[in-house]
């Protein structure tokens, strides 16, 4: 199983960005999947996670700037990013919990995308 994220970039003050992670592989069912962020010498922090029925938890942080979708016959989760600023700096991370061949749960992480926001 991999997840592949995409959509990051460099983007000024108030702009927008919708980053997107497909997961693919052997894949029988997906519960949650959400998307974390990291700046250097901090922890990873859940930006916002959905679950396999819609129901969303968003970081009080980017609650009303940010929102989570996910389309589940493409196993696709995106976070579309408005009015951003510069504190949303960081490398963006999708995970999701996934139960793959066997029929085993596991916690599977993309790549990290990095968001830019400048003046």
């Known amino acids: 199983v991999q997840l592949q994220a995409s959509g990051g970039g460099l983007v000024q003050i108030g702009g927008s960005l919708r980053l997107s992670c497909a997961a693919s592989?052997?894949?029988?069912?997906?519960?949650?999947m959400g998307w974390y962020r990291q700046v250097p010498g901090k922890a990873r922090e859940l930006v916002a996670s959905i679950t396999d029925n819609d129901i969303t938890n968003i970081d009080d942080s980017v609650k009303g700037r940010f929102a989570i979708t996910r389309d589940n016959a493409k196993n696709v989760v995106y976070l579309q990013m408005n009015g951003l600023r510069p504190e949303d700096t960081a490398v963006y991370y999708c995970n999701a919990n996934i139960m793959a061949a066997w029929r085993r749960w596991g916690d599977y992480w993309g790549q990290g995308t990095q968001v830019t926001v400048s003046s």
């Open positions: 592989g052997t894949i029988l069912s997906i519960k949650s």
